[in-house]
């Protein structure tokens, strides 16, 4: 379940944004409830989304929706209005595009697959991700390293750092493909983490003259300053509380913080300065009201967003390769997913048979005391070798079953099952089915895929 950049505004978004402690502790709610066994949250700038194993796809639900309201303050009925919920298969797909970054605001970016390798450290660590998790999320991952270099999606969008960047040139009447388009130029980089430091590499590449640092830890912002200069860009540091005193001096201000409070407001905007601000932080950084400050234009992410819906143009050669390889991951996934789930069915009827067979062989022990030791020792070997050569073929044909979707006829499963030739019955056509979730529970149809029953179901 989520919300994400294409389903809420930004300012509902911003309510449900989570650190890594209010994400730990969201986590450890989850778990609390009795329907959810696993779980594990994605939290970015442009979406919110909780994967979860579950015993009951109603009660999931709303204890997801719960836990959200408890956290987040925001009303049940507005969260249930902009949620999205995947389940079975599509929830396995939906991650498999997140991190392939097909889902992005910004096509092929980059940095959502680390963010969902970081959403799985952080419930590896906390104990939240189980079987189920564990082998989705490492296919996501999987996927989406597939995608970046087997495809050339990397040239359609490296990250959202640069979509902004690129959109506040092309503001500053400045061609982002231009050689060094901020030649001359002087830049304040807001913040010290991963976004800020990212913003410098790429404020760095397009040639800026002159790189200010400000961070309310001042060594952090001092280390950043470092590594720009060793990389041949100049840079300075001023302390964060006095960094409206070189709003005057810069051109370009990038804030990526996520402060309590605005870092940028129009009120410390000097008389006659016109910054280019851009915004990459969650809740937002900068005052919207900066943007009404004559001649400053902001970049921030829901007008991010609104371009990206404007220039958007539908699939593309590249985009088409990328979803090729997630289809492909996807059935490879789901495969091995509905074998590994009718293993247990399978071996309690191999248990089962082995058991009859020992069974029947104590029952002829005791009627038949006078047979030979010698001659006991070949009617067993006989008995199991019987139970072993009648389970061989179900055992092989359930697992390729359960690697099929849809539902199936009790002749047929019975014929596939045990290999058996086709044979007409008068009774009822050959190809009559019933629904998946009409077959009985037992081993013999242990193969009925989850999914189905799921949504036969719902």
């Known amino acids: 379940m989520g919300m994400s950049h294409r389903s809420a505004p930004v300012a509902l978004l911003e309510r449900l944004s989570m650190d890594d402690s209010v994400r730990g502790d969201t986590t450890q709610s989850l778990l ?58 599509a929830a396995a797909e939906h991650m498999l595009m997140v991190a392939s970054g097909l889902d992005s605001m910004v096509l092929g970016e980059q940095q959502i697959i680390g963010q969902v390798r970081t959403a799985y450290q952080v419930a590896t660590e906390i104990g939240s ?77 397009a040639g800026v003259d002159l790189l200010i640092m400000a961070n309310r830890t001042f060594e952090r912002a001092e280390r950043l300053a470092e590594h720009s200069i060793e990389a041949g860009v100049p840079a300075e540091v001023v302390e964060f509380n006095n960094r409206a005193s070189v709003y005057d001096r810069v051109d370009l201000i990038v804030s990526a913080t996520g402060a309590d409070d605005f870092t940028v407001k129009p009120e410390d905007i000097p008389a006659g300065a016109q910054p280019m601000l851009v915004d990459l932080s969650m809740p937002r950084d900068i005052d919207d009201a900066c943007a009404d400050v004559p001649g400053v ?26 979803l090729s390889i997630v289809r492909e991951e996807l059935e490879s996934f789901t495969t091995e997913q509905r074998i590994r789930d009718v293993v247990p069915a399978v071996s309690a009827l191999r248990k089962q048979a082995a058991s009859v067979g020992s069974d029947e062989l104590e029952r002829l022990r005791s009627r038949a005391p006078g047979i030979e030791d010698a001659d006991w020792a070949e009617v067993e070997r006989t008995v ?16 390729e079953l359960a690697a099929r979707s849809g539902s199936i006829s009790y002749e047929s499963a019975l014929q596939e099952l045990f290999g058996l030739e086709a044979v007409a019955s008068a009774a009822a056509p050959a190809t009559t089915s019933v629904n998946a979730s009409e077959l009985p529970d037992a081993g013999i149809v242990a193969f009925v895929n989850a999914t189905s029953v799921t949504q036969s179901r719902e």
């Not at 970049?299 to 819906?309: D, F, G, Q, W």
């Open 32 to 89: 609390a409830r009795p329907s959810l066994s696993e779980a594990l949250i994605v939290s970015t700038c442009n979406r919110l989304e909780v994967y979860t194993v579950t015993n009951s796809f109603h009660t999931g639900v709303n204890d997801v929706v719960e836990v959200l309201h408890e956290v987040s303050g925001v009303d049940i009925e507005t969260l249930r209005g902009y949620l999205y919920v995947r389940y079975a298969d």
């Open 129 to 205: 991700a189980g079987p189920a998790l564990h082998s989705l999320t490492q296919t996501a991952l999987h996927t989406g390293k597939r995608v970046h270099t087997e495809t050339e999606i990397d040239d359609a969008g490296a990250s959202m750092v640069s979509f902004a960047l690129d959109r506040a040139l092309t503001l500053m009447g400045i061609d982002p493909q231009s050689e060094s388009p901020l030649a001359g130029k002087t830049a304040l980089v807001l913040g010290a983490g991963a976004m800020s430091s990212l913003a410098a590499t790429h404020l760095g590449k």
């Open 297 to 322: 234009e902001l970049v921030n992410i829901e007008r991010l967003h609104k371009a990206s819906l404007e220039g958007a143009n539908g699939a593309n050669p590249t985009e088409a390769a990328a």
């Open 384 to 399: 199991r070798r019987v139970v072993d050569k009648l389970m061989h073929e179900p055992t092989v044909r359930v697992k």
